[in-house]
């Protein structure tokens, strides 16, 4: 091993520790524990960062002459650390105070509904934001600045027309879905026990060839993925015994995230290419919507397919036979697949989680770009709300203050769910091009072909590209939501008995 | 905080690290992740040494100008450094490296039965241990050199007559013992479920006055505790569902410790006086002998009384009614306090539990003193058990192979179990002179009163005293074995209708 991969990976063993550290913070450590671990990870985050920006790291970067992967793992680097070197230490410092203040802040914000509760902090941290955009620099808006360190390469110039197309599908679409009567879903807020669901979770998980002896189950409050190298990648559900769905399709989407880490190829362990080096994470895949794309092919696509619960329906019949005794395979199927307009992102159907992104994307859009002030967001959300799901806002917690992310900084972050969705309908159509027999291995509950197929084009190649090179080598294209969109019509429409025009690829 | 704390501080935080990566990969951690925790414990502890060895930290001691405590806390960092820089790195890689490699022949060789194979290493071991204490430097024997690793200040002039002392008590009381009758253990090895041996553990183990806010009890092959930083305090034990007392009484005594930790004065969190430096581990007790006086206090002195079943055996009754349903509390009582003269250390009474430390002191000074060679040792160790034990060895793995120790590298570990039994009936015999109520308030099961003197004495000064410091402030006189013969001699006079002469203090 060279200077450069010995200094690479003794980074990257430190943003596994992290991960470690976080991983435990968040399903084993007791209370009383959570001040000395904050301290623990402030500690290791600025050795990994010191370890980063040290002046032998870059000049190991320049000095490698190697084969490609390798050049770009070294070119990656320099960026990240250029890029990192551009924001004054001053900004760093006063992000971090303001984000463990902000988040603070917020949850008792939400707690009591008041939004001007949490307006000055919020302020403030738009503030910062623009201020880390200007720093980091930009060609465009500056949200570019921001966008990037979650979607590299990312743009508002692509976003803006792409979430114009969806909307102008996903409304029509709605009112549609909302003239049609709603299916029965009593039956998946029966008593379903905690021991079980995680049973079946696990089973299912294992199915798409999730690897338990490079993994483990827990629980916690928020399910989550993290990996501390492919050789040991965790994840996580919430059981709720009055509502089966939410640990189901939670743990299905943790699997999707978790296949992506477990096939990055072992060569690339302990490299740039299995690190976001930027935001100092141990994460494998390219970008945060790559990975996004993942989670959401395996949960939606696969696991909320009619051919899914074909299969798997006698089988949850079997372990809840008191629960789903006067149901079948087609009123779960359309049980899971309710589409409701809601106030909460985070319980929305495939259709209008969409539309609750989109709302967030323009509104921070707009506060980075100074075209809206903090004091007019509560009123802003509202009206889209209204205008986009029909609702109205009873309060600020099940309103603008629902998400967590403002407080945490991460303006940027939220395109990346929708691009997500996008790229996994690109991704599954070109499998499906690529693969004729793929339908009929799904049937059969045969998941070894798709995922050896998504491991080939995706998984294995961690972040040696970035999303748009990835996406073009796989599928032939840029972000394209054609794919997407003929799923969301041709699901709905025959779930709902919808008849519907398909649009035509542009 | 000036920059000696500053710095101490980052130190004390990896250290803690280490142990939660330590915690996770005994208890959690999916077998796949072996080798890259391997890699991320390697890194850290690099880093960590580096971090101890700076010029600027050894400055920053030099520099420091406050109190007694942080003048004492100063002046161990520069010892630690002075020890640290008196090893030459390549003897440290060596070690590093055959410590890797002879863990795994050692497990090879046990389970083949074949001290042969082990040989090789071992004797490596053996020089390499040599040079260890050659290059940390000695007055009297080399060995001492390797007992200040883990008992400061420990000689072998203290020592030999203190275990000379030991076995003139120890052999004459065995052998008395094994010419009256056994008490009945049949119903010991019934069927105990995990989950209920759980619950009870857990139970008593918060009676002591373990804080679980503040820790949690799980499961590993060998049980442990271990801490980072006094809000976080974890203990493990392992449950055999055909014999009761080994999950309940491992609880007990890693509670002990669990308490000493937890014990610790919060001020010291995150500063040398809660770090062992020299090891490189994040450890709050002045030593291990010291460590080890706290678990077998709360798991012998008091767990194995007869005050304490009285109390807590109806309870055990109730959770296991058919199970311990002829059984009474003195027969109770009996069965976990039976001397047996056994071939496995760890499976060992309190009695004879001294007689195999003591038989691995004297073979490991020999060892390190030049004066036993390593092919001898299988026939020195099988001479010594039969005349200590009177059994015959069958094969190596039951005999010279049983424990990890040597092959782990730590020679001059074994004598601080022993010197925690004599510790721990100093420290309780103190505590019943200060405390006249003591016996009492246990009798009733009021644990807090010993606890908090324990705590006042001991556990909140840390590493703050030297253990011979510590052990003169609070009982006012150095290493005496006289309470501990005592103890032993009285509880199995008692418990085997011996007629015994009281051995006079000297």
Avoid at 130 to 149: F, K, S, T
Avoid at 154 to 173: N, S
Avoid at 313 to 325: D, G
Avoid at 406 to 416: H, I, L, N, V, Y
Wanted: hydrophobic share 40%.
């Amino acid at each position: 091993m060279n200077d450069f991969g010995r200094r690479s990976a003794e980074i990257n063993d430190l943003l596994c520790i992290l991960n470690v550290l976080n991983w435990d913070a968040r399903t084993q450590m007791p209370a009383g524990g959570s001040s000395a671990r904050a301290q623990q990870l402030a500690t290791l985050s600025a050795l990994a960062q010191e370890k980063l920006l040290d002046p032998a790291y870059e000049a190991a970067a320049r000095a490698v002459d190697g084969d490609d992967v390798e050049t770009r793992a070294a070119q990656q680097a320099l960026d990240a650390i250029a890029a990192l070197r551009r924001i004054p230490a001053e900004l760093t410092r006063e992000l971090a105070l303001l984000k463990s203040e902000a988040q603070e802040v917020w949850a008792r914000a939400r707690a009591a509904s008041d939004f001007g509760l949490f307006a000055p902090q919020l302020t403030r941290m738009v503030e910062l934001n623009r201020q880390l955009a200007e720093a980091l620099g930009y060609e465009g808006h500056p949200y570019d600045a921001l966008l990037n360190l979650y979607e590299p390469g990312l743009t508002v110039e692509t976003l803006l027309p792409l979430f114009e197309r969806l909307r102008d599908h996903h409304v029509p679409l709605l009112r549609a879905i909302q003239e049609r009567p709603q299916p029965r879903t009593d039956f998946l807020h029966a008593h379903y026990p905690a021991a079980q669901q995680k049973r079946v979770s696990l089973a299912l998980a294992k199915q798409f060839g999730y690897d338990t002896s490079r993994g483990r189950l827990d629980e916690s409050a928020h399910p989550f993925e993290i990996s501390f190298t492919r050789q040991d990648v965790r994840i996580t559900t919430r059981f709720q015994e009055n509502f089966l769905p939410g640990a189901l399709f939670g743990t299905l989407h943790e699997t999707g995230h978790a296949l992506y880490e477990q096939g990055v190829r072992p060569e690339l362990s302990r490299t740039v290419l299995a690190s976001d080096l930027p935001g100092l994470y141990a994460v494998g895949g390219a970008s945060y919507g790559t990975h996004e794309s993942q989670s959401r092919l395996w949960e939606n696509r696969i696991g909320r397919s009619r051919a899914y619960w074909n299969l798997h329906f006698p089988h949850l019949q079997n372990i809840f036979p008191r629960q789903l005794a006067d149901v079948d395979t087609a009123a779960f199927h359309r049980a899971v697949n309710t589409v409701r307009p809601s106030l909460i992102r985070v319980e929305a159907d495939e259709l209008t989680y969409d539309l609750h992104i989109m709302l967030r994307v323009e509104l921070e859009r707009a506060l980075i770009g100074g075209e809206l002030a903090v004091k007019d967001l509560p009123e802003a959300w509202n009206a889209r709300i209204r205008s986009d799901l029909g609702l109205d806002v009873p309060d600020d917690a099940r309103g603008v203050l629902q998400d967590i992310h403002w407080s945490a900084g991460m303006f940027g972050s939220f395109p990346t769910y929708t691009v997500g969705n996008v790229m996994a309908s690109q991704f599954y159509a070109a499998a499906t091009e690529q693969m004729p027999e793929l339908e009929d291995t799904l049937r059969r509950g045969e998941y070894t072909p798709l995922r050896e197929w998504l491991t080939d084009n995706i998984y294995q190649h961690g972040r040696t590209y970035t999303p748009h090179e990835l996406l073009t080598r796989v599928t032939g294209r840029g972000l394209d939501p054609q794919p997407y969109l003929d799923y969301l019509s041709g699901k709905y429409g025959e779930l709902y008995g919808l008849d519907i025009q398909k649009e035509q690829t542009a």
